[in-house]
């Protein structure tokens, strides 16, 4: 069996953030393996603009962006295997892979980082009536079929949910040709950014139908029309208000899951919230050695976090490596209340001679005029107000020194929304 | 004219009209959304991003963007001239791929490289 020092699992913007963390703590021992033909993950099919701005002060489209990463991953020589699929690891750190060349291959590890990406989530996942015809895609398979394949899905199109995806989708189409006729959102918001809608919907007059529902899909073999309706405030369709939209497509942007079946078969504790790992403040796992970063971890909506969060992922793999494994000291657990869904790290543990690491989060609802409030043993610690917090976008509290150190002596650490009275 | 201002997650609604002195700004809550909704009224500009087709290359699609932002009102006629281009393997990332698009000084460069199949 062959034995390694760092093994990365998926060769995404996490896992190439991961790889440069590692290597530049010290560690010169480091695999990537890569399911695709390419490194670069999902932003190799992203090919508008807009990534990179937070840490390059730039605006690159997807590719340029991984391939910042990818250069610098090879110029420091870091091994990497590409058309290898993971299969399973195990809580001792074995991991079983797969590809042409090598058939079935067995390596040791002494750390594993597990950067999976997410998937979409599938149709199978909303209700939909009348869900079996042909012209069904999901936004991420649409924007591989244009952006990669060179192949349009259709003519006329119905975008349901207001994710990012599906709002880039929408311009992308409209760019090739076709006629986007609406974006229909359940919610009374949209999980997307602002300038999205601005610049992928505004701007080419496609309406934005918030707290409105596709309810029925028409057409025999292929999608015909969609019959769309309003909802109420419980999300349940008004049937009065139900309307016929004639398309040949529908795109479905209804949210992003964590590719976590690898580390749930291994025992990696997930949580329900983020359908991600649970994580201490070095990105490691309840498995001892396991680190988890990026979108299979809590899913991002800028690419940005997700390189810094892998580095830091990367760095404490090397730690961890170096130093022969982690003292174990439990740590406090970090509790959330009033409208914060999640904090990531889930755990501080107590030693203080870790990384740095910011406090990142969702809301469950649209607020205005509040404070993020943390505190330790109920000490105020570290509090940002925010003029507005949605869903869609994640929270970042970045901490001082001091700050990270109040945190590390707690008994008790909450994490919580407050209005600003 | 209602715009949304992208400057900032707070997307205020920012109304805007023409008046004598210039602009009539309304709804921002900073400046810089006045500074926003004035270039959206006198020059909106786009970067504009899409793709061709690659011949001989170990990929089928080579992705594009404008090295500059181009005006708004020209996005479809500068797609247009994108239609029927096939470039030919190898591409590097950052070549001009369409010079000079419509007589803009914008050029359309590849946003990766493809190596020869
Ligand atoms: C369809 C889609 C479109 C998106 N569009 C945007 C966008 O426009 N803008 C934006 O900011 N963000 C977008 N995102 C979010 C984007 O995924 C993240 O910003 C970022 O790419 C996350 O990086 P990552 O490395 O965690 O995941 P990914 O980029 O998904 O990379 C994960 C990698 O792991 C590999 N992998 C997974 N399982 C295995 C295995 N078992 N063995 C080997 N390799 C494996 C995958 O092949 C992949 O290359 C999109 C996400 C999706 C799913
Ligand atoms: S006007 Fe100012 S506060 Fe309002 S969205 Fe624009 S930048 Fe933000």
């Given amino acids: 069996m062959d034995k390694r020092n760092v093994v990365i699992i998926g060769g995404g913007p996490a896992g190439l953030a991961a790889a440069i963390g590692a290597y530049e703590a010290g560690e010169r021992d480091i695999l990537i393996l890569e399911r695709e033909p390419k490194l670069g993950g999902i932003l190799n099919q992203c090919i508008h603009n807009g990534f990179g701005l937070h840490t390059f002060k730039e605006e690159l489209t997807g590719p340029e962006y991984a391939n910042r990463f990818i250069r610098k991953v090879k110029e420091l020589g ?189 025992g990696v504790e997930l949580s329900p919230v983020t359908n991600g790992a649970t994580v201490d403040d070095r990105m490691m796992t309840n498995l001892d050695g396991v680190f988890e970063c990026g979108n299979v971890l809590h899913v991002h909506d800028l690419v940005d976090f997700v390189s810094e969060e892998s580095e830091l992922a990367g760095k404490c793999a090397a730690k961890y490596v170096i130093g022969g494994g982690f003292e174990a000291d439990g740590g406090t657990k970090v509790e959330t209340y009033g409208g914060v869904r999640y904090c990531v790290p889930q755990i501080i543990e107590h030693n203080d001679d870790y990384e740095p690491f910011p406090l990142k989060m969702r809301v469950s609802n649209v607020f205005r005029n509040v404070y993020l409030r943390v505190y330790a043993d109920g000490q105020l610690v570290a509090q940002k107000k925010k003029q507005i917090s949605t869903p869609g976008e994640m929270e970042t509290i970045s901490l001082k020194a001091e700050q990270v150190e109040a945190l590390r002596k707690a008994k008790e650490i909450k994490v919580g929304l407050e209005e600003n009275k | 004219m209602e715009l949304i201002c992208i400057c900032c997650p707070l997307g205020c609604r920012i109304n805007i009209e023409k008046n004598a ?97």
């Fill in chain 1, 78 to 266: 870091i091994e990497y295997k590409l058309e290898t699929t993971v299969i399973s690891f195990d809580k001792n750190k074995v991991i079983t892979a797969v590809n042409e060349k090598d058939g079935l291959i067995k390596i040791q590890a002494k750390a594993v980082v597990l950067c999976c990406g997410c998937r979409e989530r599938p149709r199978g996942g909303i209700n939909i009536a009348g869900c079996r015809s042909a012209g069904i895609y999901s936004a991420g398979t649409a924007q591989k079929l244009v952006n990669i394949e060179g192949y349009m899905p259709g003519k006329e199109i119905v975008i349901l949910g207001s994710g990012d995806i599906g709002l880039i989708m929408a311009r992308r189409m409209t760019f090739e040709g076709a006629k986007v006729k609406a974006c229909v959102e359940l919610m009374p918001y949209s999980s997307g950014l602002n300038r999205n809608i601005v610049q992928c919907l505004k701007d080419f007059d496609i309406p934005l139908l918030f707290s409105h529902t596709v309810v029925d899909i028409k057409g025999e073999g292929r999608v015909k029309s969609v019959v769309i309706a309003e909802v109420d405030e419980k999300l349940v369709p008004k049937m009065e208000t139900a309307r016929e939209i004639t398309c040949d497509t529908l795109l479905l942007s209804v949210g992003l899951i964590p590719e976590n079946e690898l580390a749930k078969q291994a």
């Fill in chain 2, 21 to 117: 002195e210039g602009f009539d700004v309304r709804g921002n809550s900073c400046p810089r959304g006045k500074q926003y909704a004035i270039a959206e009224m006198t020059a909106p500009t786009r970067m504009v991003t899409s793709s061709v087709l690659v011949s001989g290359g170990k990929e089928k699609m080579l992705s594009l963007k404008t090295d500059k932002p181009i005006a708004k009102s020209l996005i479809f006629d500068a797609l247009a001239t994108l239609k029927g281009v096939v470039v030919a393997a190898p591409v590097n990332e950052g070549d001009v791929i369409k010079a000079d698009v419509l007589g803009t000084g914008v050029n359309f460069i590849a946003t990766r490289s493809i190596e020869k199949a």
